[in-house]
């Protein structure tokens, strides 16, 4: 016969004495708030202390696990009812997550977060919600998420995933204890995500005013932390972030517009996919002039057509507080013109890594020009640059050139590592298990 699963009078140790019951009622709460919302409801048939222990947890967690079987009326009934009993104490944690598994087209899966909003409110504004994550994949109709539905004094963590934010800001003005922002494979159609207090900010995967032609501004002046990765639509225009420390960049495939012309977006006839960079009407910097003050920069492209970097350098900031600089082959395109500007404005630089595909260099044909068209008379003298590290899949003329500009620029050959990298080069970024270093 099948043992029987104890219930918690009967969890005893070997002493008889009921462990879990010796537990205060603070402590049995904190556990539950680790368990889906409708798992801890269930502990209420354990025992009669265990009846309204459910009713003052920590964390809300609708999250998928029995509910996915439930139609979406069953759903928003029970999540309603959870909300309506519910002692009314502040919640350290609101968690939303739901993936429809089989990816079916069906209305009633839009209709399963009909009131979605509405539990974040509750979360956010009644019960003072310190952390939020919202999390929806493969559900037709997003959850739409509004400035009014994020409103808190007490909102430390925000993450978003699968969110559509439509025609309004994205503003965290009322969320001023707010240091935390993720925002992943969500539809940003707006004019502007601010925030005075974020911190850290990632951006990933994420689609920003596709077809609509105009662009989002980014204002978060405390930021330490960014990260802008495999996005696209328009290009965002980011505000100056004076604390910023570390920065991490990678334009996707189709990210921001690439261009094929010979100019290499030098002309005006290339547009990004889904709109225009509106660089017609401003030779502004869109993305870098804001990046200016940071310390580490990284910046990377997986389609090396991509030319919102190139652009940017026409008005190229000075990078007065920039020690370590990673780029990749987008760099060396058409002419190295963006790796001589760059390293014009890094006056403190200490460290360089150049990364290449070869084999996914731009126009290979066009690109080879030699470093001669630079006056080396006008170049910057690096004073500060001791470490220069070029990983590539084999040295040919593209290294031999980058080595001829760095020269210039007082570095010396004792000064660069060319490391060979054998391993195939993935997600923008190199596997450095099989290296030859290279005197």
């Known amino acids: 016969m099948p043992k029987r699963r104890r219930t918690s009078e009967e969890?005893?140790?070997?002493?008889?004495?009921?462990?879990?019951?010796?537990?205060?009622?603070?402590?049995?709460?904190?556990?539950?708030?680790?368990?889906?919302?409708?798992?801890?409801?269930?502990?209420?048939?354990l025992?009669?202390?265990w009846r309204h222990l459910w009713k003052s947890t920590?964390?809300?967690?609708?999250?998928?696990?029995?509910?996915?079987?439930?139609?979406?009326?069953?759903?928003?009934?029970?999540?309603?009812?959870?909300?309506?009993?519910?002692?009314?104490?502040?919640?350290?944690e609101c968690e939303i997550s739901y993936t429809n598994p089989y990816g079916l087209a069906n209305e009633e899966y839009s209709e399963i977060f009909r009131f979605a909003n509405m539990w974040i409110r509750y979360a956010v504004s009644l019960c003072q919600a310190q952390v939020l994550k919202v999390?929806?994949?493969?559900?037709?109709?997003?959850?739409?998420?509004?400035n009014s539905t994020l409103m808190s004094q007490?909102?430390?963590?925000?993450?978003?995933?699968?969110?559509?934010?439509w025609k309004h800001s994205l503003?965290?003005?009322?969320?001023?204890?707010?240091?935390?922002?993720?925002?992943?494979?969500?539809?940003?159609?707006?004019?502007?995500?601010?925030?005075?207090?974020?911190?850290?900010?990632?951006?990933?995967?994420c689609e920003f005013n596709v077809n609509t032609g105009s662009r989002i501004c980014i204002s978060a002046p405390c930021l330490v932390y960014l990260q802008l990765a495999d996005v696209f639509g328009t290009a965002p225009l980011l505000e100056r972030m004076p604390l910023l420390v570390t920065t991490f960049i990678r334009l996707g495939h189709g990210g921001f517009g690439t261009c094929t012309h010979e100019a290499y977006g030098d002309c005006d006839e290339c547009f990004p996919y889904g709109g225009s960079f509106n660089y017609r009407d401003s030779n502004d910097s869109v993305l870098l002039q804001g990046l200016s003050g940071t310390t580490s920069l990284e910046l990377t492209t997986i389609d090396p057509d991509v030319f919102t970097f190139r652009k940017d350098l026409k008005q190229c900031p000075t990078f007065s507080m920039l020690k370590t600089l990673l780029l990749n082959e987008w760099c060396v395109a058409a002419d190295f013109g963006a790796l001589v500007n760059f390293l014009q404005c890094t006056p403190i630089l200490e460290k360089l890594i150049i990364q290449l595909r070869l084999e996914k260099l731009p126009r290979e044909n066009s690109m080879i020009e030699t470093y001669e068209s630079y006056n080396p008379a006008v170049q910057l003298v690096l004073k500060h640059l001791k470490e220069v590290e070029i990983k590539c899949h084999k040295e040919d003329?593209?290294?031999?050139?980058?080595?001829?500009?760095?020269?210039?620029?007082?570095?010396?050959?004792?000064?660069?590592?060319?490391?060979?990298?054998?391993?195939?080069?993935v997600s923008g970024s190199f596997s450095f298990e099989q290296t030859e270093i290279l005197d």
């Open 154 to 165: 007490f909102l430390r963590r925000v993450e978003l995933t699968g969110v559509n934010m």
């Open 397 to 425: 003329e593209v290294v031999c050139q980058i080595v001829k500009i760095l020269s210039t620029f007082g570095v010396l050959s004792d000064q660069i590592d060319i490391q060979v990298i054998q391993k195939a080069y």
């Open 171 to 205: 503003d965290f003005s009322s969320c001023p204890a707010l240091e935390h922002l993720n925002l992943c494979s969500s539809a940003i159609y707006g004019p502007k995500i601010s925030s005075q207090s974020v911190r850290r900010l990632s951006i990933t995967q």
């Open 58 to 92: 920590p964390a809300l967690r609708i999250i998928q696990g029995v509910v996915m079987y439930w139609n979406a009326e069953e759903m928003n009934s029970f999540v309603n009812y959870l909300l309506l009993f519910r002692d009314r104490l502040p919640l350290d």
């Open 135 to 146: 999390c929806i994949r493969n559900v037709p109709v997003y959850l739409m998420c509004g």
């Open 11 to 45: 969890a005893t140790d070997a002493s008889g004495e009921d462990l879990i019951s010796a537990l205060p009622d603070a402590v049995l709460q904190v556990v539950l708030s680790f368990l889906p919302s409708d798992e801890t409801v269930r502990t209420c048939v």
């Open 47 to 49: 025992a009669r202390r």
